[in-house]
């Protein structure tokens, strides 16, 4: 396999060809924001719209996640316009997002949080109106609670649980702003088709999904679903 | 291809064509035909009970006169339309028949040697009976490639298709090489109509050279603009036209498979469509060893569920997959992993049908129609505010001043043109001064509107432009997939933000901050039903923002149409005394007398119905709305 050589953010970088922007990237510990990108998952979800990223030459920032690292490239993670871009979004996830830090078990392992601050995001927004969806939080599940007005819908719980094709029990429901992470015809999370093994808890960013006994020494794993 | 193959595809076809074309004679031997336009829009006005009036009197009296469903003319303010040919007549077409009218013809001019001028739209051929069509103004503007068989032949019978010179572009394909035929669409200009415009031939040149078998060509007919219905009337009116743009895509892109996308919504395009292919594949149009070649290629009609979002290539490529129809990021592109993660072509309905008159007629043929860049014609479904609403299909660089004013013969009832809405939800709404605009892609794109796939919808002074952007907004917002942030969540926004300002409420800076969050929209959305759902926003911001700041402002809406910020009165000086129209009239009592008779309306329990408007003889004209609601006199 051939290789590419880049720099982002002044870092020379070498990727196998094909690689995107956005694991080239967190491969070598620059930290572009994101929620939906999943490592192992060939095919970019791209649905967060929180990677924006500059790469000189071009005049409109792109998705780290969706273009392919090229050889000589020159990218800028911290580029104003992409980062604009980036908080834009990110206001508009936190403009429908239920802003309680002190009472969310996701403090201080939030991904929400981190993000807030590495792009200069804000948590609580002024400049969008609040659009809560007040819908009833699933605790049928002897593991863990599901809280689906916390979700991001960035789809990781829904790949990670699609593994188990036999036995897989989350999808999506419904379009535009009502979509929502769901099970078949809507049934209690904790159904006996689930069977609890809680991938989906470790990989949600926002702890829309979260134990009920605390962390137990499962930290979020980030994009390495 | 070998010389032997060649010329048993050309036997082949000879034959079939020898056989439609004998059967088409046969039909207007010495005989009178009757022709009743029964696509959608003909139907709704009544088409069918027309159909069996023609029917039964003709069974009635044991006449030798074929009475024949066809498709839609374009005409459809006339619905229904029915053309009679007759012997020592020129064919000539009736307008708004109804059954009183069918029966009358048939007596009157069937049986007897009334043409009843009174009913009479226009004559199809030139003559010194009736007017005919090519003196009407419209005829000088429109140019008809792609809707010349619609409402002249029965798109139930392949043979008419055939006799009018159909199916001899997939002949004369099979001889040449697919090189040779993807090389003539490049060089025709031919551009996709779907509403992008991406060269048709250099998509076609993708998908050839990509590696990977099965290959795909999808036909995109889910067409869902408010206020389009061009790819319906096509697939109504003339299906076979389409499936041999396919099938010849196939040929010159080495796909296997072709796949129909239709909207279920569209129960008529889905039937006549079906019986076409079933058609095609018994004359061996279709399936394997296509006119006895080498060449196999299938056609599967896939009905879609009216998600607008599977208009898009990945989302409609995943619909046909069996998943949710959402978009993916592009690349990579459709023609490298379309379907089935294979190389696909996507093109609209529209794009498919050039393809059979190009193949006939060479490249240069269309290219000397339209304009440099965009070649061909462009076809319209004139709708909204305008006399002859319909189908146009004019040449690219026809001025959208010549087609609404001359095609569409204008706005109905002397009110003045307020704008034209292009496009549909991703297309932009145009002022007065953009009217000397040629219509092609690029001058479309760049005043902000965009070809889309051809709905013009034309607004009056009574449409408020806030109202339209709110109205295109809800549409976006309520089909947009959810999938990524930006449109899910933007849109929402701006819609909330939309809807204060129809209520007058907001405040000034929220344009500004509107406008900002409509580009963000655009830039940071996935596909392409989130990069254009702001369009409708910031065209109307860009010509028409002092609309904005009058409802915010004022409290005012300059076109009296949104609801809160207008009211009813009745001026004193004009209501009649001893008529009580508007008091009979409201639906919640809220309008009295006074003493001196002078009719009242209690502004606390109006409901700003407008019966009342309605209801008041046009000689007294007493009731008007006034915007903003303060202006009403007080007692």
Redesign the interface.
């Known amino acids: 396999m051939k290789s590419v050589s880049l720099s982002i953010d002044g870092k020379k970088i070498t990727a196998k060809e094909g690689t995107k922007i956005l694991r080239a990237a967190l491969e070598n510990d620059i930290y572009i924001a994101n929620l939906c990108a999943i490592k192992d998952k060939a ?8 990677c ?1 990223v500059e790469i000189e030459g071009e005049e ?2 792109v ?1 780290a ?2 273009r392919e690292a090229t050889d000589g490239m020159v990218v800028n993670t911290r580029g104003e316009r992409a980062l ?2 980036a908080r ?2 990110f206001e ?2 936190m ?2 997002h239920p802003v309680d830090c002190a009472n969310c078990p996701a403090n201080g392992v939030c991904e929400l949080q981190k993000i807030a601050k590495h792009i200069g995001g804000k948590l609580k927004t002024k ?3 609040q ?1 809560l969806r007040e819908l009833p939080i699933d605790d049928s599940n002897p593991l863990f609670t599901y809280d689906p007005n916390k979700c ?2 960035c789809g990781r719980c829904v790949w990670v649980c699609r593994q188990r094709k036999e036995t897989a029990l989350l999808g ?1 429901a ?6 929502v992470v769901t099970t078949f015809a809507g049934e209690p999370i904790g159904a006996e088709r689930c069977l609890d093994c809680s991938a989906c808890v470790e990989v949600c960013p926002t702890r829309a999904l979260a134990f009920k006994g605390g962390e137990k020494g499962l930290g979020y794993r980030g994009w390495v679903v | 291809m070998k010389a032997a193959e060649r010329a048993a595809v050309a036997d082949a076809f000879k034959e079939i064509k020898e056989r439609a074309e004998s059967r088409w004679r046969e039909l207007w031997h010495n005989k009178p035909v009757i022709m009743v336009g029964t696509a959608t829009c003909g139907r709704a006005a009544g088409a069918l009970e027309v159909l069996q009036t023609f029917r039964d009197e003709v069974k009635k009296r044991n006449l030798d006169c074929p009475v024949i469903e066809v498709g839609c003319m374009g005409h459809c303010y006339a619905e229904p339309l029915v053309i009679i040919s007759k012997p020592g007549y020129p064919p000539i077409c009736y307008g708004y028949v109804n059954p009183v009218i069918a029966e009358r013809l048939l007596k009157e001019f069937v049986l007897g040697d009334n043409p009843c001028p009174e009913f009479v739209i226009g004559a199809l051929e030139e003559n010194d009976i009736v007017p005919s069509f090519t003196d009407f103004p419209r005829a000088q503007y429109e140019q008809k490639i792609i809707l010349k068989n619609c409402g002249h032949t029965d798109p139930t019978e392949i043979d008419h298709y055939i006799a009018g010179g159909g199916y001899s572009a997939l002949a004369k394909a099979l001889e040449m090489t697919p090189e040779d035929i993807v090389d003539e669409v490049k060089k025709s200009g031919l551009r996709g109509r779907g509403g992008a415009g991406f060269p048709a031939g250099l998509k076609w040149e993708y998908c050839r050279n990509t590696r990977g078998r099965p290959k795909y060509i999808i036909c995109n007919a889910d067409e869902g603009d408010p206020g389009a219905f061009m790819d319906r009337s096509i697939l109504e009116s003339d299906p076979h036209s389409v499936i041999e743009g396919m099938i010849i895509a196939g040929y010159a892109t080495g796909a296997r498979y072709g796949y129909i996308y239709v909207r279920a919504e569209y129960p008529l395009a889905v039937e006549r469509t079906q019986i076409a292919l079933t058609q095609a594949k018994k004359f061996r149009l279709l399936g394997n060893h296509i006119l006895g070649s080498s060449f196999n290629f299938d056609i599967i009609l896939f009905q879609g569920s009216g ?1 607008f ?1 599977c208009g898009e290539a990945t989302a409609m490529a995943a619909s046909i997959e069996g998943k ?1 129809g959402t978009p ?2 592009r ?1 990579p592109r459709m023609t490298t992993e379309g379907l089935f993660g294979k190389p696909t072509v996507v093109n609209n309905v529209k794009t498919l049908a050039f393809v059979p008159p190009i193949i006939r007629n060479g490249a240069g043929w269309l290219k000397s129609t339209g304009t440099k860049e965009s070649s061909g014609t462009a076809v319209f479904a004139l709708a909204g505010k305008i006399v002859n609403t319909g189908l146009v299909e004019v040449p690219m660089g026809t001025t959208l001043r010549q087609i609404i004013y001359e095609v569409g013969s204008g706005i109905p009832g002397g009110k003045r043109f307020r704008a034209v809405q292009i496009g549909g939800p991703s297309g932009g709404c145009l002022p007065e001064p953009a009217l000397d605009l040629p219509v092609d892609f690029d001058s479309l794109r760049d005043a902000g509107a965009m070809m889309g796939s051809g709905g013009m919808v034309v607004l009056d002074e009574d449409d408020c432009m806030v109202e339209i952007a709110r109205y295109f907004l809800e549409f976006t ?10 449109c ?6 701006m819609l ?1 933000v939309l809807n204060d300002f129809t209520l007058g409420q907001g405040k000034i800076e929220d344009i500004d ?1 509107l406008e900002r ?1 409509a580009e ?1 929209v655009k ?4 596909c392409g039903l989130g990069q254009t759902a702001p369009n409708p926003i910031l065209t109307t911001l860009r010509y028409f923002r002092e609309e904005y700041e009058e409802h915010i402002l004022m409290g005012r809406c300059p076109a009296l149409m949104c609801r809160q910020l207008i009211a009813y009165y009745i001026l004193p000086d004009k209501c009649e005394r001893s008529c009580d129209a508007c008091v009979g009239s409201c639906t919640v009592e809220a309008i009295s007398a006074n003493k001196k008779r002078i009719k009242v309306i209690d502004q606390e329990k109006c409901v700003k119905c407008g019966t009342c408007l309605a209801a008041c003889p046009p000689q007294y004209n007493a009731v008007v709305k006034l915007s903003p609601p303060s202006e009403v006199p007080k007692k």
Request: aromatic content about 8%.
């Open positions: 095919e970019p979800n791209a649905a967060c719209r929180l924006f409109e920032p998705t996640c969706t604009e871009l834009t979004g508009l996830l403009a429908s400049r969008f109106r659009l991001v819908l999506f419904h379009r535009g702003f009502k979509r | 998600a979002v949710p993916r990021a690349p917002q309520r089909e947009s997939c959810g999938k990524c942030t930006f899910r969540l933007g849109t929402k926004q909330e901050s969050l963000e830039a940071g959305s996935l």
